[in-house]
């Protein structure tokens, strides 16, 4: 292009603009993954290079395939055996559910169904360590009342689960408790959609230490509970999703500054595992999760 | 109205002209400009207000994008421009126009502007093409003069109105310039569509109600950033544009003297991170360099930041960098003779980077007398104290009844470079701070420790509320942690370290067996594949912690020299009671595969670092009991390094310890428990029965003396 020789400022910002506009992502994504791995690394857990070098390669394959908007890179569930790397695909409408796709070597990926409260509950029983193998079954004795004609007597029942269904009920209890969004990332028309906001430019210094600035990633569950005081000082367009603020147990999010303040890292206690990164004043912001999938029940003797 | 404005050009020419930087073209409208010139020039005359005006609504956007403070400069810049140009491309035109938008744009943008006015005061429609006009008027101009041409055109140039301006004066200021109405003139009778353009201004010129910005100076921002800016597709761009423009009439750039304060926190890390970079000393740079070249006990941190990252595991590579440099510094401010980077605990607020640390010989023990001595001076303290209460008591004339309760007797820490206390621990929270000390780690806290579980703050001497209650602040929380940490999870390949050769301590008290390992000169490597494949490859190279909470095992009872002397009559009663039995750990070097399984689960992962090309792969072990504990190993090399809460993993969940029982109440007997007092019957009826007896005794004894003086008589 011509206008880089001579760089007009114009210019420039217009192209890191568009550029920031598809980094403007949830979970990472595909097309700034490098930036995003490198940003979340305090946690400790990333990527190895061959595995980035799959992903960004298979990523766009997979947007391609399925017809994807976005493709973003949610995290890696830890197995004993195996790992599973997960990736979610975003349609138009931001807030719509995402299909989810999972694959063991960053190569290969298979969708998964989406998740049903029937899944959770069965899978609600099923605790330690995910084995890494998708077709491992979990077996659960439960006691079940069965009627036998006018007897009603309790039988053990061994319940078999998939490790595929634990696997999307975890995936979507991650997404529901823990998925954190920016204050301003996305607004709301008045007509329903919501869209990702072009002009965000991040949250400055004092904002981005404040968990009021973060939202959850779903669908308000406390906002209208909030009292009509509180309201009032809400701007409908930006303020349509729960803040962190309430969440209980108090204390449940870890808020640092990495980075030498450059960075503002939030890690969740909840799920230990669930980093997310946001460079202040920068449109910079993504979320990952890398853990062994298992909710931290401990939290309240922890804090 | 006047009559429309001569056209001199199709639209067409002067767009192709703009974009191309060829010079014929230039030449063919350089004479068509010349007239169209004229004109303009005599149009700026009439507003110069205006141009001011719209002038410093463009200096206060310039100064948004961190241009020139005042339009005093653009004018230096221009020559600047020109200046450089000058050489290259002398007099030509498309020089000067290639550079147009970027330095003449700017004062393009107040003409631009005073001239949309005037349009939609006449009521013209071509006000692109007026604009384009316009646009071509400097290079007609000789560069470096044209500045000073225009400010001086009102003072020269007569104040010819042009052919369509109308008599009305109002028409030809904004509603600000009222004031200088000439009311010499005659005021024609507006005609239909003129009033409706009057009107449709009006209603532009609206001030908002939230500001003072009018929607018509909004959009005159608006569309001057675009044209000096010249964006590719504006279309697509205008509500990005608009939100800015509007965001940056209010949210004005502040003084480039005067810092950022919400940037004062970043500011001094980042010069504190730059103290880290500068080289220690000054001096000539030759011997420092064969200094520093020859071995420091700085380990390759990148090395292993590399391999680390093969696995997926570890901080960014800059900020294994700067943790490099602060070991680095922690080297140089220490007497350390080994030193290696144990890893990260993740807190609440802050995170913890440790250091495990070995001092030079003697060095450490010069500060360790001193810890002792503080603790000394302060039990001797105590014990002056106690025996200054004791003597009190004497005094008295009650007795208090001294309690049966001893504390348990206090397992004696490890002393230093044995066992638990083998290494030294320094933290700090960020590379660029100073690195503490952590204390050495008692039995008792790493006991405790084995039954709370809370998140560290990241602050050294925040309290640890917990029950039981921890003995001790984080700092000694930490260090306990820690202590657990490297005695489960430090690794290294079969054969990487051997017993030393001193044989024939089979034997000692209680089998302790060997606590000492060196690094085996004649370790060939294990093919990474078997490392993979069995975890018997891969041994324990630190003790393990017994539940005492010591490496080796101590007898609580035995008495030190000062017990006997305080406590002989305490001790005969307790000797014999309690047979303590000895805790025996699995020895050094024992292989993983003897590890206890968690539920059925396997303690340890291995993988190779990359399934795809196994000829350069790692092999990385990951610990399922510590998860963030990683170890890898890869021909000779290996390393362990723990990223993580600091936490056991535990399938259940954690139980609290449960209080401890309600103790049991003093004995209730006749001496502790209240009596009622007699009442007066009671003491009555006492005082009968016992004169009745009294006289029944004498009666007898009356009978008695009879009998004996009976006898007597006989």
């Given at each position: 292009m011509e206008g880089r020789s001579f760089g007009s400022p114009w210019t420039r910002l217009l192209l890191a603009t568009w550029r920031a506009l598809s980094r403007a992502a949830c979970a990472m994504d595909a097309e700034s993954l490098l930036l995003s791995l490198e940003l979340a690394s305090g946690s400790g857990q990333g990527l190895s290079p061959d595995r980035r070098a799959s992903l960004l390669t298979s990523l766009m394959l997979v947007k391609r395939d399925y017809r994807f908007d976005r493709v973003l890179f949610w995290g890696r569930i830890l197995g004993l055996v195996a790992d599973y790397y997960i990736a979610q695909g975003v349609s138009e409408d931001q807030l719509a559910p995402r299909k989810t796709l999972y694959s063991l070597n960053c190569m290969e990926w298979s969708l998964l169904p989406p998740a049903t409260e029937e899944m959770e509950m069965q899978t609600s029983v099923v605790k330690g360590r995910f084995m890494g193998d998708p077709s491992h079954e979990y077996e659960h004795t439960e006691l079940q009342k069965v009627n036998e004609g006018e007897k009603v007597f309790e039988e053990e029942v061994v319940v078999q689960i998939k490790e595929e269904k634990r696997l999307v009920s975890v995936i979507d209890q991650i997404d529901k408790a823990v998925a954190v969004i920016p204050r301003g990332a996305l607004f709301k028309t008045p007509f329903g959609p919501i869209n990702v906001n072009r002009t965000f430019e991040g949250l400055s210094l004092s904002e981005a230490k404040k968990l009021s600035s973060y939202f959850h990633f779903r669908e308000p569950v406390e906002l209208k509970n909030k009292t009509l005081l509180e309201k009032a000082e809400l701007d409908p367009s930006l303020d349509f999703m729960d803040s962190l603020e309430h969440d209980i147990p108090k204390g449940s999010w870890s808020v640092q500054m990495e980075r030498g303040n450059a960075l503002v890292v939030l890690r969740s206690l909840l799920w230990p595992g669930l980093t997310f990164y946001h460079a202040p004043r920068t449109k910079n912001y993504g979320y990952i999760y890398v853990g062994t999938g298992e909710k931290n029940l401990d939290l309240p003797f922890m804090l | 109205m006047g009559d429309p404005p001569p056209d001199p050009e199709p639209p067409s020419q002067p767009t192709s002209s703009r974009r191309s930087s060829q010079v014929s073209e230039r030449r063919r409208t350089r004479p068509s400009v010349a007239p169209l010139v004229h004109e303009e020039l005599q149009q700026i005359p009439l507003d110069p207000q205006i141009l001011r005006g719209s002038r410093e609504a463009l200096s206060n956007q310039s100064n948004l994008h961190?241009?020139?403070?005042?339009?005093?400069?653009t004018p230096n810049e221009n020559l600047v421009f020109q200046a450089e140009d000058s050489y290259v491309n002398p007099g030509f035109p498309a020089a000067v126009q290639r550079q147009a938008y970027l330095s003449e744009g700017r004062l393009q943008a107040s003409q631009n502007a005073s001239l949309m006015l005037q349009q939609l005061q006449q009521g013209e429609g071509n006000l692109f093409q007026e604009l384009e006009s316009a646009y071509q008027e400097p290079p007609a101009d000789l560069g470096q003069f044209t500045m000073y041409q225009r400010e001086d055109l009102p003072f020269s140039q007569g104040t010819e109105h042009g052919p369509?301006?109308?008599?009305?004066p109002t028409l030809q200021f904004s509603p600000s310039e009222l004031g200088f109405m000439s009311f010499n003139m005659e005021l024609p009778e507006p005609e239909p569509r003129e009033l409706a353009v009057q009107n449709a201004k009006a209603y532009l010129l609206q001030t908002s109600i939230n500001s003072d910005l009018s929607l018509y100076e909004h959009l005159v921002n608006l569309l001057t950033k675009i044209l000096n800016q010249r964006p590719e597709d504006p279309l697509f761009l205008l509500e990005s544009l608009n939100r800015t423009t509007q965001w940056e009439w209010f949210h004005p750039k502040l003084?480039?003297?005067?810092?950022d304060p919400e940037m004062q926190p970043t500011y001094e890390m980042a010069e504190r991170q730059r103290a880290l970079f500068s080289r220690s000393?000054?001096?000539?740079?030759e011997q420092e360099m064969e200094e520093e070249v020859a071995e420091t006990a700085v380990p390759n941190i990148m090395e292993k930041a590399f391999y680390f990252e093969q696995a997926g595991v570890g901080l960014s590579s800059d900020e294994s960098f700067r943790i490099f440099m602060a070991l680095k510094q922690l080297v140089e401010q220490q007497p350390i003779h080994t030193c290696r980077f144990w890893g990260k605990i993740l807190g609440l607020s802050r995170s913890y980077l440790v250091a495990e640390v070995e001092f030079r010989e003697g060095e450490e023990e010069a500060e360790e007398e001193e810890l002792e001595e503080m603790t000394e001076g302060g039990e001797a303290m105590e014990a002056h104290d106690e025996e200054e209460g004791d003597e009190d008591e004497d005094k008295v004339m009650d007795v208090i009844p001294k309690p049966t309760w001893k504390p348990p007797p206090v397992i004696p820490k490890e002393e230093s470079?044995?066992?638990?206390?083998r290494y030294l621990y320094f933290v700090c929270n960020e590379p660029g701070r100073p690195w503490m000390r952590l204390p050495h780690v008692t039995p008792i806290q790493i006991v405790q420790a084995r039954k709370i579980r809370k998140f560290f703050t990241g602050y050294l001497d925040a309290p640890v509320i917990s029950y039981p209650p921890f003995p001790g602040n984080e700092a000694n929380y930490l260090r306990a942690q820690i202590a657990r940490i490297s005695a489960a999870t430090h690794i290294s390949p079969l054969g990487f370290y051997q017993f030393g050769e001193e044989e024939g301590d089979e034997e000692e008290e209680g089998g302790a067996g060997r606590d000492s390992y060196e690094e085996?000169?004649?370790?060939e490597g294990i093919p990474v594949l078997e490392l993979v494949d069995s975890m018997a490859n891969w041994v324990h190279h630190t003790q393990h912690i017994l539940p005492q909470g010591r490496c080796t095992w101590v007898n609580p009872l035995q008495k030190t020299e000062e017990e006997e002397e305080l406590g002989e009559e305490e001790e005969k009663a307790d000797e014999g009671i309690e047979e303590v039995e000895q805790e025996v750990g699995p020895p050094l070097l024992t292989p993983l595969s003897e590890d206890a399984e968690i539920m059925h689960m396997a303690p340890w992962t291995a993988r190779l670092s990359c399934t795809v090309s196994p000829q350069y792969s790692v092999a990385v072990v990951r610990s399922n009991l510590w998860p963030g504990a990683y170890a890898y190993a890869s021909g000779k090399k290996f390393e362990n390094i723990y990223i993580g809460w600091g936490h056991k993993y535990s399938p259940e969940n954690f139980n609290p310890s449960l209080p401890a029982p309600i103790q049991h109440e003093y004995p209730s007997g006749p001496d502790t428990i209240e009596m009622s007092d007699p009442t007066v019957e009671e003491e009555q009826a006492l005082k009968a029965a016992q004169e009745q007896a009294l006289a029944a005794a004498e009666e007898e004894e009356e009978d008695e003396e009879e009998d004996e003086d009976e006898d007597q008589d006989d």
């Amino acid at each position: 292009m011509e206008g880089r020789s001579f760089g007009s400022p114009w210019t420039r910002l217009l192209l890191a603009t568009w550029r920031a506009l598809s980094r403007a992502a949830c979970a990472m994504d595909a097309e700034s993954l490098l930036l995003s791995l490198e940003l979340a690394s305090g946690s400790g857990q990333g990527l190895s290079p061959d595995r980035r070098a799959s992903l960004l390669t298979s990523l766009m394959l997979v947007k391609r395939d399925y017809r994807f908007d976005r493709v973003l890179f949610w995290g890696r569930i830890l197995g004993l055996v195996a790992d599973y790397y997960i990736a979610q695909g975003v349609s138009e409408d931001q807030l719509a559910p995402r299909k989810t796709l999972y694959s063991l070597n960053c190569m290969e990926w298979s969708l998964l169904p989406p998740a049903t409260e029937e899944m959770e509950m069965q899978t609600s029983v099923v605790k330690g360590r995910f084995m890494g193998d998708p077709s491992h079954e979990y077996e659960h004795t439960e006691l079940q009342k069965v009627n036998e004609g006018e007897k009603v007597f309790e039988e053990e029942v061994v319940v078999q689960i998939k490790e595929e269904k634990r696997l999307v009920s975890v995936i979507d209890q991650i997404d529901k408790a823990v998925a954190v969004i920016p204050r301003g990332a996305l607004f709301k028309t008045p007509f329903g959609p919501i869209n990702v906001n072009r002009t965000f430019e991040g949250l400055s210094l004092s904002e981005a230490k404040k968990l009021s600035s973060y939202f959850h990633f779903r669908e308000p569950v406390e906002l209208k509970n909030k009292t009509l005081l509180e309201k009032a000082e809400l701007d409908p367009s930006l303020d349509f999703m729960d803040s962190l603020e309430h969440d209980i147990p108090k204390g449940s999010w870890s808020v640092q500054m990495e980075r030498g303040n450059a960075l503002v890292v939030l890690r969740s206690l909840l799920w230990p595992g669930l980093t997310f990164y946001h460079a202040p004043r920068t449109k910079n912001y993504g979320y990952i999760y890398v853990g062994t999938g298992e909710k931290n029940l401990d939290l309240p003797f922890m804090l | 109205m006047g009559d429309p404005p001569p056209d001199p050009e199709p639209p067409s020419q002067p767009t192709s002209s703009r974009r191309s930087s060829q010079v014929s073209e230039r030449r063919r409208t350089r004479p068509s400009v010349a007239p169209l010139v004229h004109e303009e020039l005599q149009q700026i005359p009439l507003d110069p207000q205006i141009l001011r005006g719209s002038r410093e609504a463009l200096s206060n956007q310039s100064n948004l994008h961190g241009w020139p403070q005042s339009t005093s400069l653009t004018p230096n810049e221009n020559l600047v421009f020109q200046a450089e140009d000058s050489y290259v491309n002398p007099g030509f035109p498309a020089a000067v126009q290639r550079q147009a938008y970027l330095s003449e744009g700017r004062l393009q943008a107040s003409q631009n502007a005073s001239l949309m006015l005037q349009q939609l005061q006449q009521g013209e429609g071509n006000l692109f093409q007026e604009l384009e006009s316009a646009y071509q008027e400097p290079p007609a101009d000789l560069g470096q003069f044209t500045m000073y041409q225009r400010e001086d055109l009102p003072f020269s140039q007569g104040t010819e109105h042009g052919p369509y301006m109308t008599d009305d004066p109002t028409l030809q200021f904004s509603p600000s310039e009222l004031g200088f109405m000439s009311f010499n003139m005659e005021l024609p009778e507006p005609e239909p569509r003129e009033l409706a353009v009057q009107n449709a201004k009006a209603y532009l010129l609206q001030t908002s109600i939230n500001s003072d910005l009018s929607l018509y100076e909004h959009l005159v921002n608006l569309l001057t950033k675009i044209l000096n800016q010249r964006p590719e597709d504006p279309l697509f761009l205008l509500e990005s544009l608009n939100r800015t423009t509007q965001w940056e009439w209010f949210h004005p750039k502040l003084d480039t003297l005067r810092d950022d304060p919400e940037m004062q926190p970043t500011y001094e890390m980042a010069e504190r991170q730059r103290a880290l970079f500068s080289r220690s000393g000054g001096g000539e740079g030759e011997q420092e360099m064969e200094e520093e070249v020859a071995e420091t006990a700085v380990p390759n941190i990148m090395e292993k930041a590399f391999y680390f990252e093969q696995a997926g595991v570890g901080l960014s590579s800059d900020e294994s960098f700067r943790i490099f440099m602060a070991l680095k510094q922690l080297v140089e401010q220490q007497p350390i003779h080994t030193c290696r980077f144990w890893g990260k605990i993740l807190g609440l607020s802050r995170s913890y980077l440790v250091a495990e640390v070995e001092f030079r010989e003697g060095e450490e023990e010069a500060e360790e007398e001193e810890l002792e001595e503080m603790t000394e001076g302060g039990e001797a303290m105590e014990a002056h104290d106690e025996e200054e209460g004791d003597e009190d008591e004497d005094k008295v004339m009650d007795v208090i009844p001294k309690p049966t309760w001893k504390p348990p007797p206090v397992i004696p820490k490890e002393e230093s470079r044995i066992g638990t206390n083998r290494y030294l621990y320094f933290v700090c929270n960020e590379p660029g701070r100073p690195w503490m000390r952590l204390p050495h780690v008692t039995p008792i806290q790493i006991v405790q420790a084995r039954k709370i579980r809370k998140f560290f703050t990241g602050y050294l001497d925040a309290p640890v509320i917990s029950y039981p209650p921890f003995p001790g602040n984080e700092a000694n929380y930490l260090r306990a942690q820690i202590a657990r940490i490297s005695a489960a999870t430090h690794i290294s390949p079969l054969g990487f370290y051997q017993f030393g050769e001193e044989e024939g301590d089979e034997e000692e008290e209680g089998g302790a067996g060997r606590d000492s390992y060196e690094e085996n000169p004649d370790f060939e490597g294990i093919p990474v594949l078997e490392l993979v494949d069995s975890m018997a490859n891969w041994v324990h190279h630190t003790q393990h912690i017994l539940p005492q909470g010591r490496c080796t095992w101590v007898n609580p009872l035995q008495k030190t020299e000062e017990e006997e002397e305080l406590g002989e009559e305490e001790e005969k009663a307790d000797e014999g009671i309690e047979e303590v039995e000895q805790e025996v750990g699995p020895p050094l070097l024992t292989p993983l595969s003897e590890d206890a399984e968690i539920m059925h689960m396997a303690p340890w992962t291995a993988r190779l670092s990359c399934t795809v090309s196994p000829q350069y792969s790692v092999a990385v072990v990951r610990s399922n009991l510590w998860p963030g504990a990683y170890a890898y190993a890869s021909g000779k090399k290996f390393e362990n390094i723990y990223i993580g809460w600091g936490h056991k993993y535990s399938p259940e969940n954690f139980n609290p310890s449960l209080p401890a029982p309600i103790q049991h109440e003093y004995p209730s007997g006749p001496d502790t428990i209240e009596m009622s007092d007699p009442t007066v019957e009671e003491e009555q009826a006492l005082k009968a029965a016992q004169e009745q007896a009294l006289a029944a005794a004498e009666e007898e004894e009356e009978d008695e003396e009879e009998d004996e003086d009976e006898d007597q008589d006989d």
